[in-house]
């Protein structure tokens, strides 16, 4: 599995950003696509997970404000951000994650920055 990962940027709080992670090669065998992301000196967390078969789970902290989908056909996955703080600023990781082989693939980054 490799993963593609777009969409990082500069914005201003209370802004928007979409971010895309494109999945190819054994994309069947893919059990559950998430975001995770990683703030300078701090370890890498969970921001949002969606399963093959819809299920969605957030962190707290971004309830109510970012949305994760999945296009199938596309064999991609979104997180739309919206009303961003300066604290959701870090490195933004795609996650693929296979229950079959319990692996984990893993995207680029792409930084988001969320300006005060």
């Known amino acids: 599995v490799q993963l593609q990962a777009s969409g990082g940027g500069l914005v201003q709080a209370g802004g928007s950003l979409r971010l895309s992670c494109a999945a190819s090669?054994?994309?069947?065998?893919?059990?559950?696509m998430a975001w995770y992301r990683q703030a300078p000196g701090n370890q890498r967390e969970l921001v949002a997970a969606?399963?093959?078969?819809?299920?969605?789970d957030y962190v707290d902290s971004v309830k109510g404000r970012f949305t994760i989908s999945r296009d199938n056909g596309k064999n991609t996955v979104l997180l739309e951000m919206n009303s961003l703080k300066p604290e959701d600023t870090g490195v933004y990781y795609c996650?693929?994650?296979?229950?079959?082989?319990?692996?984990?693939?893993w995207g680029q980054g792409t930084l988001v920055t969320v300006s005060s």
């Open positions: 996650n693929a994650y296979v229950h079959a082989t319990m692996d984990h693939y």
């Open positions: 090669g054994s994309i069947y065998s893919i059990t559950t």
């Open positions: 969606i399963t093959s078969g819809g299920s969605i």
